[in-house]
């Protein structure tokens, strides 16, 4: 049984990240996330969702992992979302593509 099945449930793709949530994930994955750490399920489309799982007293987000989430957990700065609310969906940005992808030509 899921110890955790009273909590509110929300799934979370980077569209609509808030500055809470990623924060959250950053402190639960601080070194990035592993295989082990990866839930996958089925949406009600059927399609598959990998996510991981980062929970508050109430509520238990399953976080859609993404490139960019990934990319944006490694460039977090705490800084970089003073100005917003924590639950603004508008002040997560997509990374450039650019970026993300001087990044992994770095890892080479």
């Known amino acids: 049984m899921d110890r955790h099945a009273h909590l509110n449930k929300i799934i979370v793709d980077f569209k609509k990240l808030t ?21 996958s399920f089925r949406n009600s489309k059927g399609e598959r969702v990998e996510a991981v799982e980062v929970l508050t007293a109430d509520t238990k987000y399953l976080v859609k992992i993404s490139e960019k989430l990934g990319y944006t957990m490694e460039n977090y700065d705490v800084a970089d979302y003073e100005d917003f609310e924590d639950d603004d969906p508008t002040a997560v940005v997509e990374p450039d593509p650019e970026d993300m992808a001087d990044t992994e030509d770095s890892d080479d």
């Open 19 to 39: 500055p809470e949530v990623l924060k959250l994930t950053v402190e639960r994955y601080p070194d990035g996330y592993d295989d082990c750490d990866v839930i």
